[in-house]
């Protein structure tokens, strides 16, 4: 069996806590190692490496934290076929897919390699007789990030590219679920001449974040994961005084408009509902066609498509999509999915029996579709985080808009339609983070920043893009003036520039 432990200051250490979690195979159902979870002394050991290592790394200049990045893409683009397998192997998605992942984080690495140009600040000469004013962004410190399992890759180096560009340590908490790709990403970032100390990756659950959040030398926590534990850790970070951004669940609508090309709207749902078996907090969970013709013609394309998903383990190079990430996740999806049964939608697909011969303990389940789901219902209200696409049948634009403008979550959002008044007007109403015209997935490239609203995100500032470098920096504004440019003696009333 094999043992994953953290990496701190620079290598790979054993855990010394005693206490572990299995890492399984999803198509299989087989454990394949074992994860070390961080005891508050070893996460201690980490922040200790990271606090002796950061000034140093804070006073490099920018291009040389520069150039450690662009050898980091080098390496990641060099590995990448390897790191793809590492991926699939604990989180079950397609090769393909895992690349995808690992792909996006690689552009964050990319965005941050102008760091030199990002991190510049503002200077105004004369601000007053003689003073001069400027502000310069600083580092943090320390920082941590603690990460979900469906992006092992992508998210991880949302966070640490930028926090780490901008002269902070980090301590990476990844999911104990797939560990693996995190811990090879240190390596890689060491191989790229990142200093020892400066990303530590520490392993654990609840107590780790525990830990993180009672830690006082980490300045700066970013989260991603479910909405409960998104806002718990966001109330704890604040209460405990450091910066907080959390990002938490979704429940992402589709507005299919009567004007629509059809084919390309089934299309954009197949591939949004279904990739990754619909565990992505940018997934479409919710298709509301605009009008009986629409919402007919809809279903009509969609039941044969569901039908036809070709479902695998990552070692297929056909599927469409793999197994959930657990047993647990996929209890809890079956569960949802009857209980959608049970309240009256009609299920026109069912995948709750889907069996592939072989992989007959693999957390498989095959797309489901449900027709008629009405707002007061479970499976409409909760994130189901698996293959599950649910048809909700608006009436007019004004009815299919105010669904999700009600609903608890503002991730992402999608309309479909030929009209661009239709679409100026739900850009400029809808209140969600991230929106699609004509576009399913709107997650935003790494130099514009991504993050939803509501219950989606806790704090104020985004991932990637310019947000990230606000995030991971402190501003500092300084007035300043020479001896010479002092001219009167004591000054007793509010400096002004009347
Ligand atoms: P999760 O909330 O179970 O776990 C996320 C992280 O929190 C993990 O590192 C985990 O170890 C830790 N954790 C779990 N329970 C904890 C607790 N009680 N106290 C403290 N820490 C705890 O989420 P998940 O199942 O790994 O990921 C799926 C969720 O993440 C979905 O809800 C999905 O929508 C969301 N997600 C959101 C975004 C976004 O950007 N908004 C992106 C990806 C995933």
């Not at 804070?58 to 683009?77: D, E, G, H």
């Not at 069912?350 to 498989?364: A, T």
């Amino acid at each position: 069996m094999r043992d994953i432990g953290h990496f701190i200051g620079g290598e790979h250490v054993a855990g010394t806590s005693g206490r572990t979690s299995d890492v399984f195979n999803p198509a299989t159902g087989e454990v394949q190692a074992r994860v070390s979870l961080a005891s508050d002394t070893e996460l201690a050991q980490a922040v200790a490496n990271a606090v002796a290592a950061q000034p140093k790394w804070a006073a490099t200049n920018p291009q040389r934290r520069a150039r450690v990045f662009m050898k980091f893409v080098q390496l990641l683009n060099e590995n990448m076929d390897d790191l793809a397998e590492l991926l699939s192997r604990e989180h079950g998605k397609t090769i393909e897919d895992a690349k995808g992942d690992l792909q996006r984080g690689l552009e964050v690495c990319e965005f941050v390699i102008g760091i030199p140009h990002l991190q510049k600040s503002e200077f105004t000469e004369g601000a007053g007789p003689n003073i001069d004013m400027y502000s310069i962004r600083q580092a943090v410190g320390v920082g941590a990030g603690i990460t979900p399992f469906n992006f092992p890759a992508m998210i991880p180096m949302w966070m640490f590219a930028p926090a780490i560009a901008c002269g902070n340590a980090f301590i990476l908490k990844p999911s104990e679920r797939d560990p693996s790709v995190p811990l090879r990403l240190a390596e890689l970032m060491i191989e790229a001449g990142l200093p020892a100390g400066i990303l530590n990756v520490v392993n654990g659950d609840k107590q780790a974040v525990d830990a993180i959040l009672a830690h006082p030398d980490i300045s700066a926590i970013s989260f991603v994961g479910s909405t409960p534990i998104a806002r718990a850790v966001y109330a704890s970070a604040a209460a405990n005084g450091k910066r907080a951004q959390c990002f938490g669940g979704a429940k992402n609508h589709m507005i299919i408009m009567p004007d629509a090309d059809l084919d390309q709207a089934a299309n954009a749902l197949m591939g949004a509902g279904y990739g990754s078996a619909g565990e992505r907090c940018m997934a479409i969970a919710v298709a509301v066609p605009v009008g009986k013709e629409t919402a007919d013609r809809l279903v009509q394309k969609l039941i044969p498509m569901v039908e036809a998903l070709h479902v695998g383990p990552y070692t297929d190079e056909k599927a469409d999509m793999g197994p959930l990430v657990s047993r647990q996740a996929q209890e809890r999806v079956l569960g949802l999915i009857d209980k959608g049964v049970e309240e009256g939608a009609d299920l026109i697909v069912d995948g709750r029996d889907f069996k592939l011969q072989g992989y007959e303990n693999g957390y498989f389940v095959g797309g489901c579709l449900f027709d008629n789901v009405t707002e007061d219902m479970d499976i409409y209200k909760t994130e189901i985080f698996g293959p599950v696409l649910s048809v909700v049948r608006a009436n007019t634009y004004e009815e299919a808009l105010a669904l999700p403008m009600k609903h608890e979550y503002g991730n992402g959002v999608a309309i479909y339609t030929r009209d661009g008044d239709a679409a100026r007007d739900f850009a400029s109403r809808i209140n969600i983070g991230m929106v699609g015209i004509n576009v399913p997935i709107p997650v935003p490239l790494a130099y514009h920043s991504f993050g939803g609203w509501k219950s989606s995100s806790f704090g104020d500032l985004n991932q990637h893009g310019t947000d990230s470098i606000r995030f991971w920096t402190r501003t500092k504004t300084i007035t300043s003036r020479w001896p010479s440019g002092i001219k009167s003696g004591a000054e007793f009333v509010m400096p002004t520039m009347r």
